[in-house]
């Protein structure tokens, strides 16, 4: 029997009861999709998982999305990434290594792929090793940032587009990490600022550190209005902080959640969690009737 506990009023659920290693019908994965509309952020605990079972369970969503920087940097397909500071040979990466130094974009807030041109919808993490101490990840709700909005300040943002920037939210963190091939491989691409869920017609607005400019604003008119719905999107009480714990596979919904790390001494301890995605159904610019 599942039991489901809600991790924070606007958002997140722990499901328990189920075992995502045996076959899962038709009929489970629907009522996992709705509850994605539903809750947005996943959680199962005690799960049994590794890359093979993973990249199965991601199938079930939809089509995996590859790995934007093995795709970029190397030109090869891959759909799972390591989150954390331990290489493929299981050593660990100290604070000055610089793709240690290059993933501390990701406690900037963002959604993750928004910068290409069909984002992601989902993201799948499994848990294998965690710090003592910090490595937490933190998410919000767009979802409940636009219904906290006025209604004179949505229908301001309705029909807004936005171009989103992987080299603009990276070069923030290191100007030159991003190699010429894979910043070729993510050109800029332009993004609807309020989307709509098929399933449920609830809105939400689409920002992040990726999103650099709205379509035909100024830099100073884009970035108080970008700037600003983040900062209503992300107040202490609307944010839910996820300690990670071994063997938890979690799911959540890139289309109307923000996350971000919040950082750990990779010198004093080892962090190592496995992450593939599901791609969107496509560009937002044509979703649920376009503009």
């Known amino acids: 029997m599942l039991t489901i506990e809600k991790l924070h009023p606007d958002f997140g659920a722990r499901i328990t009861g189920l075992d995502l290693n ?151 963190v290191a100007p030159d990490a991003v190699t010429p091939s894979h910043a070729a491989s993510l050109p800029p691409v332009e993004q609807k600022l309020v989307r709509t869920n098929p399933g449920t017609g609830a809105k939400n607005y689409y920002v992040g550190s990726h999103a650099e400019r709205v379509v035909g604003w100024g830099e100073a008119e884009s970035r108080e209005l970008l700037d600003g719905l983040l900062e209503a999107m992300t107040r202490e009480e609307d944010v839910y902080t996820h300690a990670w714990q071994p063997r938890e596979v979690v799911i959540w919904d890139n289309r109307c959640l923000l996350h971000r790390g919040t950082g750990y001494d990779a010198d004093k301890y080892r962090r190592y969690m496995r992450q593939s995605r599901v791609i969107g159904d496509g560009s937002t610019l044509t979703e649920y009737g376009g503009v």
């Not at 049994?48 to 969503?61: C, E, G, M, N, P």
């Not at 909005?149 to 807004?160: F, K, V």
């Open 22 to 172: 045996k076959d899962l019908t038709d009929e489970v994965v629907a009522e996992l999709k709705a509850a994605i509309d539903e809750y947005s952020l996943l959680c199962f605990p005690s799960q049994d998982f590794d890359d093979d079972k993973q990249v199965a369970f991601t199938r079930l969503f939809g089509e995996p999305e590859p790995d934007h920087v093995a795709l970029g940097q190397e030109g090869r397909i891959q759909y799972l990434g390591t989150i954390g500071n331990i290489d493929d040979e299981g050593n660990q990466r100290g604070n000055a290594d610089r793709k240690t130094v290059f993933a501390t974009g990701n406690n900037m807030w963002h959604s993750d792929s928004s910068f290409r041109e069909v984002p992601s919808f989902i993201s799948l993490m499994c848990v294998y090793e965690v710090p003592a101490e910090g490595g937490e990840t933190q998410f919000a709700s767009a979802r409940a940032g636009y219904a906290r909005l006025s209604e004179d300040e949505q229908q301001r943002i309705n029909g807004l587009n936005v171009i989103h920037n992987y080299v603009f939210s990276r070069s923030k």
